[in-house]
């Protein structure tokens, strides 16, 4: 367990409502639900969740702490809007979702091995180095993600999509040696660290 997770734990104790309220985005919103199950029998992914959204914010109201930000669940979310559009109570529900999500990577408790876990890091460490996401890369991060044997039987079986964006210049050699980057990868960094330096001072608020 993190340390800042045992901290927002101790911090919280069994208020669970009041600490997603506080740190999670549009968590404020959670109390306002009535459980009328419109967004679970909305969701496309319903048949996959472990919980789907009317759950997850039950068991935020009982306290189900670990079990609601160690979940797969949020992970799932496609950003439809599907439970947006239609929540009777005009929650804003994606957001919440992905807000939980979010807030279970930064305490280090997020399920490691989901793979939509595993891809929106590999997305972003992808992102961040020119400011632009180089497909080829993400593409070739993502086969070889689950080891060098599953890597090399998914690029075989892609090839023939590979030669055809090849072909239609969908892939470059750009792509290949680098691909292409922001004009002022800088100030880019500058903008992403100076939000981590922003999230790093907020968690250090809650140390000691
Ligand atoms: S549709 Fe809205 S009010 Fe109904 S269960 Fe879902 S979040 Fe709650
Ligand atoms: S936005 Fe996410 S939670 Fe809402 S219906 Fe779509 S997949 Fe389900």
Known sequence: MSDLNTQMKERYRNNFLREVTAN??????????MQCGVCAGSCPMGPHWEHPPQEIFMMIRANKRDEVLGSSSMWFCTSCYNCIARCPRGLPITHIMHGLAHYGKRLGIAPKEQPTVKFSQKFWDNLYKKGRVNELKLGLALYFMNGIGEGIKTSLKMQKIGLGMWKTKRMTPVEMVGGHGCKDIKGFHAILDKARQIEEAKAAQFSG
């Open 24 to 33: 999670v985005e549009e968590g404020e919103w959670v109390r306002m639900c």
